[in-house]
Every structure is written in C-alpha cells, then in structure tokens.
C-alpha cells in the first residue's frame, strides 16, 4: 500500500518556474515506478512524466520535454517534478501516480494516485 501526497502547485507566470512534490508513505517506496499526470476540467487525465524505480529510466509527453523534469529521492520518499519555462497551456491539477511496473504508469494504469495540486500559469 502506497499513500501519495502532492504539494508545491501555486500560481505562476509564463516562463516562470514551480517544483512540485510528491511524498510517498511505504517502506518499499523505492521498488515503486512514480508519474505525473495532470487534468483540466473537461478533459481526460493526460501522462506527464514517469521515472523507474531506480530513477536510470525517464519518459516524458512530447509536449512537456525539455521543459519539465522528473526526479526521485528514494531515501526521503520523494519525487520531484521541476516545471521550467511555464505557459498557460501548463495550467492543470497536477496528480502524483504509482505502480510496480512502470509501463502501467506510462499507459495511465497505475494502481496508486494523490489526490492533486492546482498548477496556474498567468500570462
């Protein structure tokens, strides 16, 4: 059982920078792929970004690469997502995902989800 909780989400300024966090309770958090995932009213939850559980493997949506930025602490039971040049399209709730097989991840199928943060981006 793994327990996610985000935080960091705020408003923020196009081209602007905002880190989001994710804490994980468990203590096999470190066996665990983790992802992003974010959704705006209306739409369907879309894949962000997604890390193996060694943090050797990275993937991205083609619209957040080179832009957004996955990382893992597995000793503070932590992942990153730094979000750099920002825009208004960016703006979503931002949601912290995980699962054993990070494929499942990557398809949208983990087993685990926070409960979101608010990302704004103000032009």
């Known amino acids: 059982q793994v327990q996610l909780v985000e935080s960091g989400g705020g408003l923020v300024q196009a081209g602007g920078s905002l880190t989001l966090s994710c804490a994980a309770s468990g203590r096999t958090f470190g066996s665990y792929a983790m992802g992003w995932f974010r959704q705006v009213p209306g739409k369907e939850r879309e894949f962000v970004a997604a890390?193996?559980?060694?943090?050797?493997?990275?993937y991205y949506a083609d619209s957040v690469k080179g832009r957004l930025t996955i990382s893992r602490d597995n000793a503070k039971n932590t992942v990153l997502l730094q979000m750099n040049s920002l825009k208004t399209e960016d703006t979503a709730v931002y949601y912290c995902?995980?699962?054993?097989?990070?494929?499942?991840?990557?398809?949208?199928?983990?087993?685990?989800w926070g409960q979101g943060t608010q990302v704004t981006g103000t032009s």
């Open positions: 890390i193996t559980w060694s943090g050797g493997g990275t």
């Open positions: 995902a995980a699962d054993g097989i990070v494929h499942k991840v990557v398809t949208g199928r983990p087993e685990y």
